[in-house]
């Protein structure tokens, strides 16, 4: 039986990070790589960070070809979820629009894979962790955003997760031990 569970964050909360760790346990699913590879299907010539631009996703999952682009893309990329019995888990900042939860979610069901079991997590350390993650990572220009600015971000980010299903989760080795106990796998010991 799958068990779900899908992970948002603010851009540099450590999402990718945990799922990677998880990746040992679960078939995991990246959001922006999915969102990119279904935007070049349905615009092969667009920019390639216009692919987690939600605005565009919000004017694009209007239309039917954009829905099936996302289908096909999933699909695609995550045919193992054919005959995947184990838990499922899906990372990404953009999971806090229902609207994409929605495709996605077709998108598995489309794919066979029991949705019967579904957990919404958020990961959400203090501004000073992104921001040093963000450092630390160093993609694009947001290594040159200030603390400050990845405060209003943090800021902005949380207000658009009130009103929805995820339990929020301030640490990630937290996070990655309740992830654990979810779907029922052994405790590795980090701390």
Known sequence: ????????????????????????IAHVIHTDQLAL??????????????????????????HTSAIEA???SFLQSHSICLSFQGPIIIEGTILVWEQWRAALRASLAMAGVDMSRESFLWLDP???????????????????????????????????????????HCS?????????????APETGRG
Not at 15 to 24: D, G, P
Not at 46 to 59: R, Y
Not at 172 to 184: D, K, N, P, T, W
Request: hydrophobic content about 40%.
């Open 1 to 24: 039986m799958n068990h779900i569970v899908y992970i948002i964050g603010a851009s540099g909360s450590g999402k990718t990070s945990l799922a990677l760790r998880l990746a040992r």
């Open 172 to 184: 990630s080795s937290r996070l990655e031990q309740v992830i654990q106990g979810l779907v029922g």
């Open 126 to 168: 203090s501004p000073e962790k992104i921001h040093r993650n963000i450092l630390e990572r160093a993609r694009g220009n947001e290594a040159q955003l200030s603390l400050d600015q990845v405060q209003e971000s943090c800021l902005r980010y949380s207000n658009l997760v009130l009103d929805q299903p995820f339990d929020k």
């Open 37 to 62: 590879i279904a935007a070049m299907r349905l615009c092969p010539f667009c920019k390639p960070g216009s692919a987690g631009d939600w605005g565009l996703w919000q004017a694009l999952l209007q």
């Open 70 to 72: 996302l289908h096909y």
